[in-house]
């Protein structure tokens, strides 16, 4: 089993900076792809951005250019750094893990998700 945890949410003014970070532990040897969704209250959980165990990375187009995902392969860490924030950024932010394929709604293992709002 993995266990996945994220951390770093908090309340933001436009234009301002985040940094996510998301840990997995347990049996995290076999992780190979970490992935990013959101989801905003009242919608479907949505892709944000993922990484390959050899740091290969895919964003949205909602978010490419201002958010960075990058992997401490070590520690089994990826984070998130969310820069020029806006307010349609406001969501849960959950992190993914998987052995295998990406990790999506209902496949690979989840984090509880960490709130990220962002006021203006």
């Known amino acids: 089993q993995v266990q996945v945890v994220e951390s770093g949410g908090g309340l933001v003014q436009l234009g301002g900076s985040l940094r996510l970070s998301c840990a997995a532990s347990?049996?995290?040897?076999?992780?190979?792809?970490m992935a990013w969704y959101r989801e905003a209250a009242g919608k479907q959980r949505e892709f944000v951005a993922t990484?390959?165990?050899?740091?290969?990375?895919s964003y949205s187009d909602s978010v490419k250019g201002r958010f960075t995902i990058s992997r401490d392969g070590a520690k089994n860490t990826v984070y998130l750094q969310m820069n020029l924030l806006k307010p349609e950024d406001t969501a849960v932010y959950y992190c993914?893990?998987?052995?295998?394929?990406?990790?999506?709604?209902?496949?690979?293992?989840w984090g509880q998700g960490t709130q990220v709002t962002v006021s203006s």
């Open positions: 990484i390959t165990g050899a740091g290969t990375t």
């Open positions: 993914g893990a998987a052995s295998y394929g990406v990790p999506r709604p209902g496949f690979g293992f």
């Open positions: 347990g049996r995290s040897s076999s992780i190979y792809v």
